[in-house]
């Protein structure tokens, strides 16, 4: 599997000193989108006027400084390294595990003026459901600076157990997913690598969010519908959807509680659990 990650802090570092109203077109081109592609235009055009990305309309003097500070953390290379020996771990447990051919990975400057981004999600996340590809977004913090390419490990877990699972997906698997991409970073990264997204759902509040949480599985039908369960109120209330009384991230540590559980019960390594099924899982982590 080849592994590309592309290193745009030069790219970027342009784009950000060009006139605002060139730079939606400019960033782009950077990721190969053509501008008669509406789709793709219109998600990029989301990703960095209304979600996390930093501003494209926005001349502001902190942009310049805070992707220095990725550059000088050295976070491409972080994906690199830590992309390369996560996919190492994973081959030397399950040789055989299906996989994309290629996955392109990209890193971009997030929005340092949102509350629930930046102070409660520690300004930085990934996608990686979508097998072949990994989108991270940052807005450089001291937590965050030194983890971004075990983020991208989180979200290589994704790419790697859609391809190996032949079932629907449904809230149950969403949160299996989350649950194993934690401890599958643990495994490579090391204990202190994640966890801070969900850290305070311990004790009583994380008794209360896994009753909920799996008392929801049978239900919903999409995305929209599972995502208080899994990220929580405040991102629920941000999309327009009902809060359900989760806390921020609340279903990840719900999936991490059912995967230690699981991997308590059997032995196995989360690398090696990443191909089995949902049910399989769940009826485990119960004995």
């Known amino acids: 599997m080849e592994i590309n990650v592309h290193d745009d802090a030069a790219a970027l570092a342009r784009i ?3 006139p605002p109203q060139a730079r939606l077109a400019a960033l782009a081109e950077m990721h190969g989108i053509s501008t008669f592609d509406q789709v793709a235009m219109a998600r990029l055009q989301q990703t960095h006027e209304s979600g996390d990305g930093f501003r494209v309309t926005a001349d502001d003097p902190r942009y310049a400084p805070a992707l220095q500070r990725l550059v000088q953390a050295g976070a491409w290379g972080q994906l690199r390294r830590d992309l390369a020996r996560a996919w190492e771990y994973q081959r030397s447990v399950l040789p055989g595990i299906r996989h ?15 509350p629930v981004f930046v ?37 290589l877990a994704h790419n790697l157990r859609t391809p190996n699972i032949e079932t629907g997906f449904n809230l149950a698997e969403w949160v299996i997913h989350e649950g194993l991409a934690e401890v599958f970073t ?16 311990t004790g009583p509040v994380l ?6 949480v799996t008392g929801a599985f049978d239900t919903g039908s999409g995305f929209r519908e599972w995502t208080p369960y899994v990220l929580g109120d405040l991102v629920a209330e941000r999309i327009g959807v009902r809060p359900v009384g989760v806390p921020h991230m609340g279903g990840y540590a719900v999936g991490r509680r059912i995967i ?6 059997t032995g196995l390594k989360a690398a090696q659990v990443i191909v089995r099924p949902v049910s399989e899982i769940l009826e485990g982590a119960r004995r």
Do not use: Q
Request: net charge negative.
């Open 100 to 114: 994309p051919d290629r996955i392109d990975v990209t890193l971009t400057l997030g929005n340092p003026d949102d």
């Open 16 to 18: 950000l000193a060009l």
């Open 207 to 212: 008794d209360a969010a896994f009753e909920k």
């Open 260 to 265: 230690e559980r699981y991997l308590e019960a």
């Open 186 to 201: 643990v495994e490579v990264c090391g204990p202190e690598s994640t966890g801070a997204w969900y850290a305070d759902v």
């Open 119 to 155: 102070e409660r999600t520690h300004g930085y996340y990934g996608m990686g459901a979508v097998p072949g590809t990994i989108f991270l977004v940052a807005w450089p913090t001291d937590y965050n600076l030194t983890r971004i390419g075990a983020c991208a490990v989180h979200e």
